[in-house]
Nanobody, 116 residues
Framework: QVRLVESGGGLVQPGGSLRLSCAVS????????MGWYRQAPGKQRELVAT???????NYAASVKGRFTISRGNVKGTVYLQMNSLKPEDTAVYYC??????????WGQGTQVTVSS
């Protein structure tokens, strides 16, 4: 059983920073990619950033230059450093892991609110 647990969300003022963490447990031998997605109220879930097992990263245009995705030293961990946060970054952020041929796993989500 694969389980993803996110942490690090919260309330921050515009221009501030937050760091999200995600830890994956269970059978993670063939981890292909990990990533972060977000869903704002009334909107569809959207990609924020992904990192492949090769190290290749991909970012949404709206966060490029402000957010950085990185893998931890422990296998199955991924971080999202978010700087220069804007009110439009407010959303529930979800961690995602692609494992093996068909495994597509999601965490429960962590709320990020950017407001003064």
């Amino acid at each position: 059983q694969v389980r993803l647990v996110e942490s690090g969300g919260g309330l921050v003022q515009p221009g501030g920073s937050l760091r999200l963490s995600c830890a994956v447990s269970g059978f993670i031998f063939d981890m292909n990619a990990m990533g972060w997605y977000r869903q704002a109220p009334g909107k569809q879930r959207e990609l924020v950033a992904t990192v492949m097992k090769t190290g290749l990263t991909n970012y949404a245009a709206s966060v490029k230059g402000r957010f950085t995705i990185s893998r931890g030293n422990v296998k199955g961990t991924v971080y999202l450093q978010m700087n220069s946060l804007k009110p439009e970054d407010t959303a529930v952020y979800y961690c995602n892991a692609l494992i093996g041929r068909t495994g597509d796993y999601w965490g429960q989500g962590t709320q990020v609110t950017v407001s003064s």
